[in-house]
């Protein structure tokens, strides 16, 4: 069974930073595409970065590129999110996915950004 288990949101203000992490389990992890995906209040869901957990590839939205570093432990099964320069566009429910549309995602953990 596949279980994504995301923590690390809280509430930061601008220009802050916050670090996600995400616990997988259920499949191989250091095989696979992993992703960060956000949806911001009254908003759909938006892909925010990639990464190829077995090369270590990375790329990142444009909104976000610059600020945001994705990396993943493969030994740990963890994906994590290293969130820089934080703007309050920023705030949204943050869900680590198997896909970069994020139909399968975790619960997601809550990022508010605001001063």
């Known amino acids: 069974q596949v279980q994504l288990v995301e923590s690390g949101g809280g509430l930061v203000q601008p220009g802050g930073s916050l670090r996600l992490s995400c616990v997988v389990s259920g499949f191989t992890f250091g095989s696979s595409w992993m992703y960060w995906v956000r949806q911001a209040p009254g908003k759909g869901l938006e892909w925010v970065a990639g990464?190829?957990?077995?090369?270590?590839?990375?790329n990142y939205a444009s909104s976000v590129k610059g600020r945001f570093t994705i990396s993943g432990d493969n030994a740990k099964n963890t994906l994590a999110l290293q969130m820089n320069s934080l703007k309050t566009e920023d705030t949204a429910v943050y869900y680590c996915a198997r896909d970069s549309a994020g139909a399968v995602r975790g619960k997601g953990t809550l990022v508010t950004v605001s001063s």
């Open positions: 990464i190829n957990t077995l090369f270590g590839i990375t």
